[in-house]
């Protein structure tokens, strides 16, 4: 079975200051990962996904994110935040070798960047 | 490029009414799903489809419908809305590519009185 925990409900930072969003995985195989953006009352928007090769991955807005398969982490970073990147994060899991075609979604994080 | 397009987005019940939320997508997705969205639960699969005329049951499934006769189309059933079924509704939809990502729509706001 897969899962994702992300143990921090929110996560607070000030603007221009890095920023680090946690996720965790669990998966039999070898895992694909992603990052989704859900704005208040929008529809979640995808971020950037590690599937293989170099575990340094970037996306969208300037956020990156690290594969790390010892650990089994896959935490969402942005050097220097901004006030308009407030928002819910999600990060998601699919083990296609453990045979689940199926994303398992962490429970989200909230981000609040203060001015 | 319309996207995932989900309607209505807000929607009032009565315990008991039956309704239908409609999603439409025009990628040519063969995967389509539906979630719910509820404080502190974070997102919960209700059904999914991998192509036309296949359906099955995700984890909270309970209290509604699906069926896919189109690649395009994947309408979510409420039958006998329940106070339960408040909540936010998603539907998302991607490629049957291994590394394919989803694609959301904007949601529909349900709210069962």
């Known amino acids: 079975a897969q899962s994702v925990t992300q143990p921090e409900d929110q996560v607070n930072v000030a603007e221009g200051n890095p920023l680090t969003v946690k996720c965790t995985y669990s998966v039999s195989g070898n895992p694909y990962l992603f990052w989704y953006v859900q704005y208040p009352n929008r529809g979640l928007q995808f971020l950037l996904k590690?599937?293989?090769?170099?575990?340094l991955v970037k996306g969208s807005y300037g956020f990156e994110a690290e594969f790390n398969k010892s650990q089994t982490s896959f935490h969402l970073k942005k050097p220097s935040a901004l006030v308009s990147d407030s928002a819910l994060y999600f990060c998601?899991?699919?083990?296609?070798?453990?045979?689940?075609?199926?994303?398992?979604f962490g429970r989200g994080t909230s981000l609040i960047v203060h001015p | 490029n319309a996207g995932v397009t989900q309607t209505p987005k807000f929607q009032v019940l009565k315990t008991g009414q039956s309704m239908t939320l409609q999603c439409a997508q025009d990628m040519n997705h063969e995967y389509m799903s539906w979630y719910r969205q509820d404080p502190g639960m974070g997102l919960r699969l209700i059904h999914y489809s991998v192509g036309a005329g296949i359906t099955d049951q995700g984890e909270v499934p309970n209290g509604y419908n699906v069926s896919r006769s189109t690649t395009e189309d994947f309408p979510l059933r409420l039958l006998s809305a329940a106070p339960s079924q408040t909540s936010v509704y998603f539907c998302a939809s991607m490629t049957s590519r291994n590394t394919g990502e989803l694609f959301f729509g904007e949601g529909s706001r349900l709210t069962v009185l």
């Open positions: 998601a899991v699919r083990d296609p070798w453990g045979g689940s075609y199926i994303p398992t």
């Open positions: 590690y599937i293989t090769g170099d575990n």
